[in-house]
C-alpha cells in the first residue's frame, strides 16, 4: 500500500515557534495533500503539492516533498495556540484518479500552548 | 463550512437498531466518500462513489450499507451494529480530477450500545 506514515505521533510547542511534521509513503504517486482536523470534526485541506514539485507556500504553510525519499514535511511558522489539532497526509495515487482514492497517514498531534 | 454537511452529528445506538447517516454536498462535485475514524486508527477509506455508481468497497461489513441516490446526497445504513462500529464516520467529496482535493463534512460521532 502507499499509506503515509507520520512523525512525530505528537508535538508540542510553544506559540512563536516553528512545527515540522514529516510524512513517509511507500509508492508513486501523482499529489500529496496535508489536511488539518480540529478535535472530534472533519478534515480541512490545507495544500497540496503534486509529483513535479519540491515546494509549496501557503501563508504560514510550506511543504516540501523528495519523491526520492517518498517523504514530505510539513512546516508552520510562527505557531499559534489556534493550529493546536492533528494534521494528516494523504497521498493519491500515480494513475489518473485511482477513483478518487486518497491514502492517509495517522497524522501528528500538534499542541501550541500559549 | 466546507459546503458538505452531515446528519446527525451524534447518534447512539443499540445492537439491534437500525439507522441511516446522511450527508450531502453543495459543490457540484461528482464524487463521495465514507471514511471511518476510530481513536489511534488512521482514518479508513469505506466506500467511494463516482458519479452515482459505486467503485470502491474496502472490505467493509455487510452491516454498513451505502446508498447514493444522486451525485449530492450519499447515505450509510447501518443494522446490528458491533459496539467496535463506534466512531467518527466523516463523508467527503470531491471533484473528480488529477488533485481530487477531499472536502470532508463535520462527521457523525456514532456510539453502538
Known amino acids: 500500500s502507499q499509506q503515509g506514515e507520520e512523525d512525530p505521533q505528537a508535538l508540542s510547542i510553544q506559540e512563536g515557534e516553528n512545527a515540522t511534521m514529516n510524512c513517509s509513503y511507500k509508492?508513486?504517486?501523482?499529489?500529496l495533500q496535508w489536511y488539518r482536523q480540529n478535535s472530534g470534526r472533519g478534515l480541512v485541506h490545507l495544500i497540496l503539492?503534486?509529483?513535479?514539485?519540491r515546494e509549496k507556500h501557503s501563508g504560514r504553510l510550506r511543504v516540501t516533498l523528495d519523491t526520492s525519499k517518498k517523504s514530505s514535511s510539513l512546516l508552520i511558522t510562527a505557531s499559534r495556540a489556534a493550529d493546536t489539532a492533528s494534521y494528516f497526509c494523504?497521498?493519491?495515487?500515480?494513475?489518473?484518479?485511482?477513483?478518487?482514492?486518497?491514502?492517509f497517514g495517522q497524522g501528528t498531534e500538534l499542541s501550541v500552548k500559549p | 463550512e466546507t459546503g458538505v454537511t452531515q446528519t446527525p452529528r451524534h447518534l447512539v445506538m443499540g445492537m439491534t437498531n437500525k439507522k441511516s447517516l446522511k450527508c450531502e454536498q453543495h459543490?457540484?462535485?461528482?464524487?463521495m466518500y465514507w471514511y471511518k475514524q476510530s481513536a489511534k486508527k488512521p482514518l479508513e477509506l469505506m466506500f467511494v462513489?463516482?458519479?452515482?455508481?459505486?467503485?470502491e468497497n474496502n472490505s467493509v461489513p455487510s452491516r454498513f450499507s451505502p446508498e447514493c441516490p444522486n451525485s449530492s446526497h450519499l447515505f450509510l445504513h447501518l443494522h446490528t451494529l458491533q459496539p467496535e462500529d463506534s466512531a467518527l464516520y466523516l463523508c467527503?467529496?470531491?471533484?473528480?480530477?488529477?488533485?481530487?482535493?477531499?472536502?470532508f463534512g463535520p462527521g457523525t460521532r456514532l456510539t453502538v450500545l
Open positions: 467527503a467529496s470531491s471533484q473528480l480530477d488529477w488533485d481530487n482535493e477531499q472536502f
Open positions: 509508492t508513486s504517486i501523482n499529489n
Open positions: 503539492i503534486r509529483s513535479n514539485e
Open positions: 494523504a497521498t493519491a495515487g500515480s494513475q489518473y484518479n485511482q477513483g478518487g482514492k486518497l491514502i
Open positions: 459543490l457540484g462535485h461528482n464524487a
Open positions: 462513489y463516482n458519479f452515482k455508481e459505486q467503485t
